[in-house]
């Protein structure tokens, strides 16, 4: 099951008490779902629990009792003006102030999503989309989600409208304003996992690029004792260097903290050394060319 899918068997189990939200959730179902070219307006539900929820808006809002074969819903046209809705040849007009407080446009926003609207797989992207075929009804919703601080985004497709919302925290608020708080959760533990697996691999590209680093400076340090080998002059060096210079050449994957446990002395005192053998190196290296 798609997290789309989840979002809306989530949303069909709200408990919406008011009335005036129940209208408002009925209302959105039909604007976006509705043809309203005929005598009779009709539309077509294609999950079974949103076609159920319809249903029972009609008989709570409406006092529709009469049975409705899935996944078709009809009702007269004239039963629109309890809802603020008017027909007007292709076109619709709404009358806004129906919808006008914020839990009735938190309905609105559910009816919807519910009827048309779709949310892509967060562990893919984050996006929320709404499908409206009527140019006012698409500005209505996208007047709806600016009240609610959100941005959304408008495209034509075709012959259809398309409202969308994009980045997390957008997402993350929509779910919460239609009712979808489990579905937000999940949203939540999807972005903590995204979060987690960013930081290790900062983490792991940090540590791959110390290790490149490091390999670097130990390879030119083993360039250098190569060239004083060569040249006779490591074996005129104190001790000290000696052993640093023949553990560096046995050991050239090794960090400093560990070539100071082979050495046994202090990792400040083996940098220096090996930063002394690589000037020397590269004083004969100029020699040479010279």
């Not at 497709?157 to 409202?163: A, E, G, M, P």
């Not at 390879?219 to 190569?226: E, K, M, R, T």
Request: hydrophobic fraction near 40%; glycine fraction near 6%; charged fraction near 25%.
């Amino acid at each position: 099951m798609s997290f789309s899918s989840d979002v809306k068997k989530e949303l069909c189990t709200v408990n919406e008490k008011n009335l005036c939200c129940r209208r408002s959730e009925l209302a959105a179902i039909l604007l976006f779902g509705g043809d309203f070219s005929g005598a009779d307006v009709t539309v077509k539900v294609e999950r079974t629990d949103v076609f159920k929820r319809a249903c029972g808006l009609l008989k709570r809002v409406l006092g529709m009792t009469e049975l409705q074969k899935e996944p078709e819903i009809r009702l007269p046209v004239e039963k629109l003006d309890e809802l603020g809705i008017y027909p007007d040849g292709a076109g619709v007009s709404i009358d806004e102030e129906v919808f006008d407080s914020d839990c009735c446009k938190r309905a609105f926003f559910r009816g919807a999503f519910l009827m048309a609207g779709t949310v892509v797989d967060p562990h893919k992207n984050y996006r929320l989309e709404l499908f409206a075929y009527n140019e006012t009804v698409a500005a209505l919703a996208s007047e709806m989600l600016e009240s609610f601080d959100l941005s959304p985004g408008s495209i034509r497709r075709k012959n259809y409208f398309v409202i969308y919302l994009e980045n997390y925290e957008a997402v993350s608020d929509a779910l919460i304003i239609m009712g979808a708080q489990k579905s937000m959760l999940g949203l939540s533990y999807v972005q903590i996992e995204k979060d987690i697996s960013n930081e290790n691999n900062r983490r792991n590209n940090f540590l791959i690029a110390n290790m490149d680093k490091a390999l670097t400076v130990s390879a030119n340090q083993c360039a250098a004792i190569d060239k004083l080998a060569g040249t006779g002059m490591l074996e005129t060096l104190n001790e000290g260097l000696k052993a640093v210079a023949y553990a560096r050449a046995e050991h050239p994957e090794m960090n400093l903290n560990e070539l100071a446990a082979v050495t046994g002395i202090s990792k400040s005192t083996l940098s220096r050394r090996l930063n002394k053998l690589l000037e020397l190196g590269n004083i004969k290296n100029q020699e040479i060319e010279k």
